[in-house]
Nanobody, 122 residues
Framework: QVQLVESGGGLVQPGGSLRLSCVVS??????YAWFRQAPGKEREFVAA????????WYGDAAKGRFTIARDNAKNTMYLQMNRLNPEDTAVYYC?????????????????WGQGTQVTVSS
């Protein structure tokens, strides 16, 4: 079993920044990712990273604005979000997958955190 615990969500003004954290109980799985889900919408892939190689990949909404990173010493994954806009408002989840490479489908992720709310509003 793998536990993932997100933190760092909150209210931020348009154009602002926020950093989400996800503490993971194991770092030996294949991929670790951030997804988000807005009310009435499907869960959307944001970004992911292979813990072993520290190699990231991004969804379209994140490219150029968000950065995923991991700190091996702290068993923590981060999502740095810049230039936020109201369309980024959602619950953000971290997830882990046992197998696969560069996967973006939520169905292929086996473990999930409880989510953290991000609201972008003036």
């Amino acid at each position: 079993q793998v536990q993932l615990v997100e933190s760092g969500g909150g209210l931020v003004q348009p154009g602002g920044s926020l950093r989400l954290s996800c503490v993971v109980s194991r770092t030996t799985l294949s991929s670790y990712a951030w997804f988000r889900q807005a009310p009435g919408k499907e869960r959307e892939f944001v970004a992911a990273i292979r813990w072993s190689s520290d190699s990231p990949w991004y969804g379209d909404a994140a490219k150029g604005r968000f950065t995923i990173a991991r700190d091996n010493a702290k068993n923590t994954m981060y999502l740095q979000m810049n230039r936020l806009n109201p369309e980024d408002t959602a619950v953000y989840y971290c997830a882990a997958s046992r197998v696969g490479e560069r996967i973006t489908n939520s169905m292929e992720y086996d473990y999930w955190g409880q989510g953290t709310q991000v609201t972008v509003s003036s």
